[in-house]
C-alpha cells in the first residue's frame, strides 16, 4: 500500500498547529497513534529478547491550563478512523482482559502472504482521565499492566471462580492524561521505581501553546486528514522484523556504551532516585521510539540513524521535566507542599511571600513556607530576595540552563 505522505509524524504536527495544546502532547500523541497501528505484527529481535512499538505515555499539565483532551481526542480519532480496538476509559481489568480476548487474531510474521502465523490481542487505551482508568492506588491493575507492558507471547490467569484467561500475543498502547495533583492518588510508592513508572514516558507541560480564540477561523485541512488516516492505514498493514541498518546501528552502539559508563560513574541521565528503573530502560524507549519513527518515514522497517537521533532527541527533551512528576509523591517531609510551592513560583516566574500564603492559605502557615523554602533554595530552583522598600519576600524562578 502505497504512502502519500513523506512523514506521519510531521504531517501529523502540521495538522495539529490551529490547537492550543503544547507541541509535545501533539507529537507523543502521534507516536501513540503509530505505536497503536502497528500492533504486535511489527517487531525489533534483540538479542534474547523481542521488542515491540507499544508505549505507556502520559502526557501531565495543571486542570483546564494545558489542554490535555484536546491532544487525547485528536489522537483517538485517528486510531478510531482506521477502526482499531479501543477500550473505554473506566474498565474493569476483567472487561480489558475480555475485549483482548475477543479482538485476538492472526497475522503473518513475515508480512507476506503464507508467513508462519501467530497470534495477538492488541488494544489501545487513549483516555483523558488517566485516573478513571487506573483508579486509585490500584495496586493489582498497575501490576498487570506492568505485566503486559512487554507484550508476552502468552499470558495465563487463573481465579478461583471464573476459570483460566490465556492471551496470545498480549499488546497493550496507552495514551493517558493527567493533572499533576492526581499522580499522587493514582501511584502508590509500589508503582515507583521499578514498576509501571518505569515503563512509562510523562511529557510534562504547565500551560498551553498558544491562545486562539476562534479556531472557526481556520478550516480543519480535511485532505490532510484523509491522507493521515490513509498512510496510518498503509502502516496497520505493515507486518515483520524490524532491525538498524549499520549506521544506524553504530550509532546506537556508541550512545549505549557511553550512557552505560555514565551509569557506572554514578552519573546517570536522571539523578532523581525514583527514576532509577526508568533510567535503566532507557535504551529500550529509545529503540521503541526509533521504530515508530522509521514506520513513519516508510514501510521498509529499516531503523537508521535519524531515525535513532530524533528518538534520542525526543527522549532528552522530555526528560527535562519528567522528574517533576514526582515532586508531590515521596516520604520527604512536606514532599507534597514542596510540590505545590515550586508549582506557584514556577508558573508565575516572580512572585511574593503574601501571593503564595494567600493562595494557599488552607494548606500552608508562614513557618512551613519558610522551611519549604529552604530547601528550594537549597535546590537551586528557586531565588529569594529581600525587597527591602515593601518589606516583602520575593522568590523566582531560576530557569533550566
Not at 279 to 298: C, D, E, N, P
Request: with cysteine.
Amino acid at each position: 500500500m502505497s504512502r502519500k505522505l513523506n512523514n506521519w509524524i510531521a504531517a501529523y504536527e502540521d495538522y495539529t498547529k490551529n490547537s492550543e495544546s503544547p507541541a509535545s502532547y501533539h507529537k507523543w500523541g502521534a507516536m501513540a497513534c503509530i505505536a497503536g497501528a502497528l500492533e504486535r505484527k511489527v517487531f525489533m529481535h534483540w538479542g534474547h529478547t523481542t521488542l515491540y512499538p507499544n508505549q505507556y505515555i502520559v502526557i501531565v499539565g495543571p486542570s483546564g491550563q494545558a489542554r490535555k483532551g484536546e491532544a487525547i481526542t485528536i489522537a483517538r480519532l485517528m486510531l478510531e478512523g482506521i477502526g482499531l480496538n479501543l477500550i473505554g476509559e473506566d474498565n474493569s481489568p476483567e472487561a480489558i482482559i475480555r475485549q483482548m480476548r475477543d479482538g485476538s487474531a492472526s497475522y503473518s510474521i513475515t508480512g507476506e502472504p503464507g508467513g508462519e502465523l501467530k497470534f495477538q490481542c492488541p488494544i489501545s487505551c487513549f483516555v483523558e482521565e488517566f485516573a478513571v482508568f487506573t483508579g486509585e492506588h490500584n495496586k493489582d491493575f498497575l501490576a498487570k499492566l506492568t505485566n503486559w507492558y512487554d507484550s508476552r507471547d502468552k499470558w495465563k490467569r487463573t481465579t478461583k471462580h471464573q476459570g483460566t484467561d490465556d492471551l496470545m500475543g498480549v499488546c497493550v498502547n496507552i495514551l493517558g492524561a493527567t493533572a499533576p495533583d492526581w499522580l499522587p492518588m493514582i501511584l502508590p510508592r509500589e508503582a515507583i521505581g521499578g514498576g509501571f513508572t518505569s515503563r512509562t514516558i510523562f511529557v510534562v507541560e504547565n500551560s498551553k501553546r498558544q491562545i486562539i480564540s476562534n479556531p472557526n477561523l481556520v478550516k480543519e485541512d480535511i485532505e490532510l486528514r484523509e491522507n493521515l488516516l490513509h498512510d496510518l492505514e498503509a502502516i496497520h498493514i505493515m507486518a515483520g522484523e524490524m532491525t538498524f541498518d549499520q549506521e544506524g546501528l553504530d550509532t546506537y552502539v556508541d550512545w549505549y556504551e557511553k550512557e552505560e559508563q555514565l551509569i557506572m560513574d554514578g552519573r546517570p541521565a536522571i539523578v532523581d532516585p525514583l527514576f532509577g528503573g526508568y533510567v535503566s530502560r532507557r535504551a529500550t524507549h529509545v529503540k521503541k521510539l526509533a521504530m515508530i519513527l522509521s514506520a513513519s518515514r516508510g514501510g521498509d522497517k529499516i531503523v537508521r540513524k535519524i531515525d535513532f537521533t530524533e528518538a534520542l532527541d525526543m527522549m532528552l527533551d522530555v526528560e527535562k521535566r519528567m522528574p517533576e512528576v514526582f515532586d508531590g509523591i515521596g516520604s520527604a517531609p512536606l514532599s507534597k507542599e514542596q510540590a505545590m510551592v515550586f508549582s506557584i513560583i514556577k508558573q508565575q516566574k516572580t512572585v511574593t511571600r503574601a501571593d503564595i500564603l494567600n493562595k494557599m492559605q488552607r494548606s500552608l502557615d508562614a513557618g512551613t513556607l519558610e522551611i519549604v523554602m529552604t530547601t528550594l533554595c537549597a535546590r537551586k530552583v528557586v531565588s529569594a530576595k529581600l525587597d527591602a522598600k515593601n518589606n516583602e519576600w520575593v522568590y523566582k524562578h531560576l530557569e533550566d540552563k
